[in-house]
């Protein structure tokens, strides 16, 4: 499956998985502890900040960014429509936060350290007999095809571009959808044989 992780080294990718998602647990707890526009513009001037300082790294994420933009101004927009312009600012503010760090977890965090760290929190739910490996690797799995839907959305609608000149828009969905159901078998048939061993 596709990966938006960047091989392109930055400060981020030295930081240890377990740290990145403790401090993006929370920053998303906090942003939503808080409604002034003072405290939320400060987090989003810093996660700019922190995203930006990745530099190359993040050409991988321009795509993510556009729909970030997009779902920003739908957002705003409603918000704005409904005569709450500080709520718009609010929402949109907390969007951007989350989802610019989120990115930069993604681009800098290889899938096999976010599953040992997942396997690690969850291991004390063994002593009541849950299975934490399986609920770690499928909550893995969760994050990276979260991660491939995107990859492979940039890519269909990449291609449909350069034969077309437009984006793909709703055009690119069923063959995301096929494509989508394609990998989620081949991963079901991989697990199915690997536990089977």
Same mark, same amino acid.
């Given at each position: ?21 403790v401090s993006l647990a929370l920053l998303g707890t906090g942003l939503f502890w ?14 700019m900040a922190v995203f930006a300082s990745l530099g190359r790294a993040t050409a ?13 101004l739908l957002i705003a927009a409603f918000h704005l429509y409904m005569q709450h ?19 930069? =977890?993604? /681009?800098?965090? *290889?899938? &096999?350290?976010?599953?040992? @760290?997942?396997? $690690?929190? #969850?291991?004390?739910?063994? !002593? ?10 499928? =909550?893995? /799995?969760?994050? *990276?095809? &979260?991660?491939?839907?995107? @990859?492979?959305? $940039?890519? #269909?609608?990449?291609?449909? !571009? ?10 690119? =969905? ?24």
């Amino acid at each position: 499956m596709g990966s938006l992780y960047s091989e392109q080294h930055t400060w981020l990718h030295a930081v240890p998985a377990w740290v990145k998602l403790v401090s993006l647990a929370l920053l998303g707890t906090g942003l939503f502890w808080t409604d002034q526009l003072a405290v939320l513009s400060v987090a989003a001037a810093v996660c700019m900040a922190v995203f930006a300082s990745l530099g190359r790294a993040t050409a991988r994420a321009r795509p993510l960014l556009v729909g970030l933009g997009i779902a920003s101004l739908l957002i705003a927009a409603f918000h704005l429509y409904m005569q709450h312009p500080v709520w718009a600012a609010v929402t949109v503010l907390r969007l951007s936060c989350t989802s610019l760090m989120g990115i930069a =977890l993604t /681009l800098t965090t *290889r899938y &096999t350290d976010l599953l040992h @760290v997942f396997e $690690r929190v #969850l291991s004390p739910l063994n !002593r009541w007999g849950v299975p934490s490996e399986q609920l770690a690797l499928q =909550l893995a /799995l969760m994050l *990276r095809f &979260t991660e491939h839907f995107f @990859v492979l959305w $940039r890519r #269909l609608d990449d291609a449909h !571009r350069l034969r077309t000149g437009k984006a793909g828009g709703f055009k690119i =969905l069923a063959p995301l959808t096929i494509q989508m159901l394609i990998a989620a078998r081949r991963v079901a048939d991989a697990l199915h044989v690997r536990l089977r061993r």
